[in-house]
């Protein structure tokens, strides 16, 4: 992680689904580190900057919005996106619709490639603001992942408190100066 922030690589990982809430199980691999970057080291624990962390939305708006299966945090899953009937390639070129946090990261990080690849003097770390800022905000109760009927306010469930949002990225995006030099190279011919 510390190489991937040092060489501006934005990193987009599944929050996991167990239904359990990531601040207070822990759930590795993850952001934090303590000290020279190392959980056993002594030191004030931090997180690293370049990390995303997704939850899985169902396709049912209302009190199912949020997948029954995904974990949350309201200080360790940065926001959620589409994890429910994905349509998805599968062995011996098939297809099938599959369900999880590992179907949501790739829709965050598709809409982080479409951001890095018209905006490339945006760095890593304002990828990721831009992303958490540009959510659509989610302000009603929704069924509590991993439970049958406890209803919690969906904007508690991440930092973002809201769903990934493309249309909302990329206006953002233009709007924001990015912060790294791009090189002056000649195009190929």
């Given at each position: 992680?510390?190489?991937?922030?040092?060489?501006?690589?934005?990193l987009i990982h599944a929050a996991g689904n167990s239904g359990q809430d990531n601040d207070s199980t822990d759930n590795f691999p993850n952001?934090?580190?303590?000290?020279?970057?190392f959980l056993f080291f002594k030191g004030k624990?931090?997180?690293?900057?370049?990390?995303?962390e997704v939850g899985a939305l169902n396709f049912e708006n209302g009190e199912n919005l949020s997948a029954t299966f995904s974990n949350?945090?309201?200080n360790n899953v940065d926001l959620f996106a589409p994890g429910v009937m994905i349509y998805s390639t599968t062995p011996d070129d098939n297809y099938e619709p599959?369900?999880?946090t590992s179907m949501a990261a790739p829709v965050v990080a598709g809409v982080a490639s479409v951001l890095?690849?018209?905006?490339?003097?945006?760095?890593a770390v304002q990828v990721?603001?831009?992303?958490?800022?540009?959510v659509v905000k989610q302000d009603h109760k929704v069924i509590k992942p991993g439970t049958k009927d406890e209803m919690v306010p969906f904007s508690k469930l991440s930092v973002a408190g809201g769903v990934v949002n493309a249309e909302k990225a990329?206006?953002?995006?233009?709007?924001?100066?990015?912060?790294k030099k791009l090189s002056k190279t000649k195009p190929r011919a």
């Open positions: 992680i510390k190489y991937a922030e040092k060489n501006d690589v934005l952001d934090t580190y303590k000290g020279k970057g624990e931090k997180n690293y900057k370049n990390w995303i949350y945090g309201e599959l369900q999880g890095r690849s018209y905006f490339p003097s945006l760095t990721k603001n831009i992303l958490m800022a540009s990329i206006k953002l995006a233009k709007m924001t100066k990015g912060k």
